[in-house]
């Protein structure tokens, strides 16, 4: 069973940066392929970033291309979503989640509980 617990979320005004952090424990890290998701209040939740088990492949979903960077660290377990030119729609709960790289499927079984961003105009 992997655990994961975010942090760095905020308040920031538009136009700033946040970096979130995702502490993966309970697993072999590079076993993992890695996610970020979004839920915004009244909406469901969507996909943000990805990366694949070594770091070699990376995916963005359009809104945040150019401005939201995925990255993993391997002596810390731990997978950032660096976040600039932030804007207010990038509002929401943000969740980090984990799929074994054998999966076939896009289901992640793995939740982290969430941090709060939060993006003033």
């Known amino acids: 069973q992997v655990q994961l617990v975010e942090s760095g979320g905020g308040l920031v005004q538009a136009g700033g940066s946040l970096r979130l952090s995702c502490a993966a424990s309970g697993g072999t890290f590079s076993n993992y392929y890695m996610g970020w998701f979004r839920q915004a209040p009244g909406k469901e939740r969507e996909f943000v970033a990805a990366i694949s088990e070594s770091g070699s492949t990376r995916y963005y979903v359009g809104s945040v291309t150019g401005r939201f960077t995925i990255s993993r660290d391997y002596a810390k377990n731990t997978v950032y979503l660096q976040m600039n030119s932030l804007k207010p729609e990038d509002t929401a709960i943000y969740y980090c989640?984990?799929?074994?790289?054998?999966?076939?499927?896009?289901?992640?079984?793995?939740w982290g509980q969430g941090t709060q961003v939060t993006v003033s105009s």
């Open positions: 989640a984990a799929k074994p790289w054998t999966s076939s499927t896009n289901e992640y079984p793995y």
